[in-house]
């Protein structure tokens, strides 16, 4: 096929794969195994080829996050249901005072979102909010934006939550590296989009906490259990940063201890992620589970649960993976890559663009971050890239996937519908809100790849 013809057939692909998402309401995980078939077939591959780079692309790209998403799943279910995350927030809190309590809540987000779903987070967490707004009269804005900037932060920059680790592993990406860019680039983000903009929107928006809400408070005698039941500070915030700690050894293990080096070897392999994430799972069953008061069949239940949702997103990740290798078997992926270079776009821009695009167009951030990063694998090795650029890229393809939240997302009327907002106010706060999280993190990243 000519090169014009695989251009006319990226083209094609993308705008199948938001057809069928947007318009016909497919599941992701099949539409893109769809759009993977008839790219295949239509650029000449024969049947059995096709097949071969679907199983290439599935399995290639499960067998590394599977483990991880999995067992991550777990250990933030248990920290949930063991009230790791309240226990958190009211020791941050008490720690920064009522005047910083907004600094407070944001970094309570930016840690607790790491193991824990952000949707999930909020839900838990959303109680507080309404205690605080009911106690100082101010905008649930003030309190609620904070919160969700570090949720949204650390849910779409930090590993092991899903969305990173998946844009990892299409990249084939050192997942301590993008653990450390994450953290340079989210801090300033969740900063900027969290307690600054947070104060701003409040004096411009008030929102009051909702009637139907107020109904289900019951703030002294929550308070009064918690310091009672909930598990402490330390333990909670160590079991989180272990995993991060160990990673990270990893990561500059090369640096630290020569080759053969006996502590090298066992800092590679207890910093895997899946090994580091393991390990921390079967402690915190252990300390929040056994140790308070929870039978073995308790556990497994909670374990259980934990796979429900993630599940879906091992098998979007593996379906993103089959279109990136179709695209490479294609020779799409040259295409691209040659495009890029005579209009002298960066991969940087082009990832956050492509990115932003398709969450702008269909809502997922998962679905933008897997799209992008399968559009961006075969450019890669094209380009001959290696090392920490691709961890930038895949903060950059973060940043792009988190912008411009709108009524096609899941998480805008979660928002909404929690803080009483009119859709009008949900678009000013928290849609501008995760635009300035996008724009801080690809600036960040810009930055970052100056002097890498």
């Known amino acids: 096929m000519s090169t014009f013809g695989l251009v006319l057939l ?6 199948l794969l938001l057809f069928l998402v947007i318009r016909t309401k497919l599941q992701a995980f099949i539409a893109l195994l769809v759009v993977s078939y008839i790219i295949g077939l239509l650029s000449g591959m024969s049947p059995e080829k096709v097949l071969q780079a679907v199983n290439d692309g599935m399995g290639g790209t499960v067998a590394e996050i599977a483990v991880i998403i999995g067992v991550g799943a777990m250990f933030g279910e248990i920290l949930k249901v063991s009230g790791g995350a309240e226990r958190l927030a009211m020791t941050l809190m008490d720690k ?9 809540l ?27 707004a009911q106690k100082t009269k101010k905008s649930l804005l003030y309190f609620a934006i904070p919160l969700l900037a570090g949720l949204a932060v650390t849910h779409s ?58 109904m289900n408070m019951a703030e002294e005698a929550r308070g009064k259990q918690y310091d009672k039941e909930l598990p402490s500070f330390k333990m909670i915030a160590s079991l989180i940063l272990l995993p991060l700690f160990l990673i990270l050894l990893n990561t500059f293990a090369s640096a630290l201890f020569g080759e053969g080096s006996g502590i090298r070897t066992a800092l590679t392999f207890i910093g895997n992620p899946g090994v580091a994430l393991t390990i921390t799972a079967i402690l915190t069953f252990y300390l929040l589970g056994t140790r308070r008061g929870y039978s ?79 559009l961006i694998t075969p450019v890669i090795s094209t380009l001959g890239l290696e090392g920490p650029i691709l961890a930038l890229l895949v903060i950059t393809i973060a940043s792009g996937a988190t912008i411009a939240s709108h009524v096609n997302d899941s998480g805008f009327w979660l928002v909404n519908r929690f803080l009483g907002m009119s859709e009008k106010d949900t678009l ?18 810009l930055i970052v790849s100056i002097f890498i």
């Not at 300033?188 to 004096?203: D, N, Q, R, V």
């Open 10 to 15: 990226a083209v094609f692909g993308v705008a």
């Open 96 to 104: 920064f005072g009522e005047k910083r309590v907004n600094w407070a």
């Open 106 to 132: 944001m970094l309570t987000g930016f840690i607790i979102s790491i193991p824990v779903f952000l949707d999930v987070a909020f839900v838990i967490l959303v109680p507080i909010l309404y205690s605080l």
């Open 157 to 214: 920059f930090v590993p092991p939550t899903p969305g990173p680790i998946a844009v990892a592993s299409l990249l084939d990406a050192n997942i301590g590296w993008v653990i450390l860019f994450g953290l340079i680039a989210g801090i300033p983000a969740a900063i900027i989009a969290g307690p600054i903009f947070g104060t701003y929107i409040s004096k411009k928006i008030h929102v009051e906490v909702p009637k139907e809400m107020l």
């Open 296 to 374: 073995k069949s308790e556990i497994q239940e909670i374990a259980t649960k934990s796979l429900e949702p993630a599940g879906i997103i091992i098998l979007i990740t593996g379906a993103g993976g089959v279109f990136g290798q179709v695209l490479v078997e294609t020779g799409i992926g040259d295409v691209i890559a040659d495009t890029m270079t005579n209009l002298n776009i960066p991969i940087l821009v082009f990832a956050f663009l492509v990115a932003s695009a398709v969450r702008i167009a269909q809502g997922s951030a998962t679905v933008a971050m897997v799209t992008a990063a399968s």
């Open 428 to 445: 000013k706060s928290w849609t501008v809100m995760e635009t300035i999280i996008a724009f801080v993190g690809f600036g960040m990243s």
